[in-house]
């Protein structure tokens, strides 16, 4: 039978920790846990100086890359931080947009490289005279002869897997090829996205020999300042780690308790000091630690199988018939 649980939530200072925690499993709690950093008295010191010393260090390993990894030079005039991390944050987010720009282009290219430069003019001009021109692609074993009769298909560019194929029909006709898949054509031929490319990854080399310089003049202020926010967090982290600050903070701890438990544990815990604790059932869905708490037939069935199945083996584990061939093992 599955024994129901009772899911507790226990707030102990740090210096009773150890010796509660002990109690606890004696008592029969399941599966402890901590869900949440330990709360210290310095700890907002703590997380800032963790944030700033985050922040510098990405920004300096990020010039070091920049310079590919040579030696910063001496700053020339006297640069705040805030004023370097600003402006080379300018400098990156210009970096990732030129890149983001070269990257969709390059999908663009690739979606309009079979269609070659359509003059876009012309397109138009049919348009305007009653005709509309549909772009199409369809797998080479299901392309079909009669498109050409009925809307004048054109194949654009084949390959080993694919067609690419125009169709021309009035305005008002509507045109449903089974099998095909109409694409939608950008604006810009190609070639025009092509010198777009050029000139975008012109630009970005251009921005990176701008960042590289720029590391180069301001990464010494940048490296001297991580330095000492390394050690900053370093001092945070020793003074938390002292027994006055220890011995004052608090400790969070959950698990399960079985529920046939739950008034031996709630008796426990109101003899303690200092000691906060919720309790809720388990919800809907939430995994939590199972036992298995055997009845009487559940006990009864499970002898019951093994009788048979010992007085089996012990019949004819003997005979000819099954000598070293039986399935069933002896259990005793």
């Known amino acids: ?31 402890i846990a901590t869900p949440r950093k330990e709360h210290f008295p310095g700890n907002d010191e703590w997380f800032e100086a963790k944030r700033i010393s985050t922040q510098l260090n990405r920004t300096l390993s990020e010039m070091k890359l920049a310079v590919e990894d040579a030696h910063f030079a001496e700053p020339q005039g006297d640069m705040p931080l805030d004023a370097v991390l600003d402006e080379w944050a300018v400098l990156r987010e210009r970096c990732l947009s030129l890149e983001r720009h070269i ?15 359509f003059n876009q003019t012309s ?13 199409w692609e369809t797998p080479s074993k299901n392309w079909q002869s009669r498109w050409q009769k009925e809307y004048y298909a054109t194949i654009i560019y084949s390959n080993k897997k694919k067609l690419y194929f125009v ?22 031929p190609t070639s025009t996205m092509i010198m777009l490319q050029t000139k975008a990854k012109d630009d970005l080399k251009k921005l990176r020999n701008q960042m590289g310089d720029f590391a180069l003049t301001y990464g010494k202020v940048v490296e001297r300042q991580a330095q000492e926010a390394r050690d900053r967090l370093n001092l945070c982290q020793l003074l938390l780690s002292t027994p006055t600050v220890c011995n004052d903070s608090v400790m969070m701890l959950a698990g399960w308790v079985p529920s046939l438990r739950k008034n031996e544990m709630d008796t426990w815990l109101e003899g303690q000091e200092a000691v906060v604790w919720f309790t809720r059932e388990h919800r809907e869905g939430e995994r939590y630690p199972v036992l298995f708490h055997h009845t009487w ?23 000819a018939r099954f000598q070293g061939r039986s399935k069933y093992k002896p259990f005793c």
């Open 297 to 319: 037939s559940h006990w009864l069935y499970l002898h019951t199988v093994h009788y048979f199945r010992l007085a089996f083996d012990r019949r004819y584990r003997m005979s």
């Open 103 to 117: 990257a969709s282009l390059d999908t663009d290219i690739k979606k309009m490289e079979p269609w070659g430069d």
């Open 167 to 188: 169709t021309f029909a009035h305005t008002d006709e509507e045109v449903d090829l089974r099998g095909a898949d109409k694409v939608r054509i950008l604006p810009s």
């Open 1 to 31: 039978m599955n024994e129901p649980m009772t899911h507790y939530t226990f707030l102990v200072f740090h210096q009773d920790y150890e010796a509660f925690l002990r109690r606890l499993r004696e008592v029969g709690l399941l599966h």
């Open 123 to 135: 397109i138009e001009g049919l348009r305007q005279a009653g005709w509309k021109v549909g772009f």
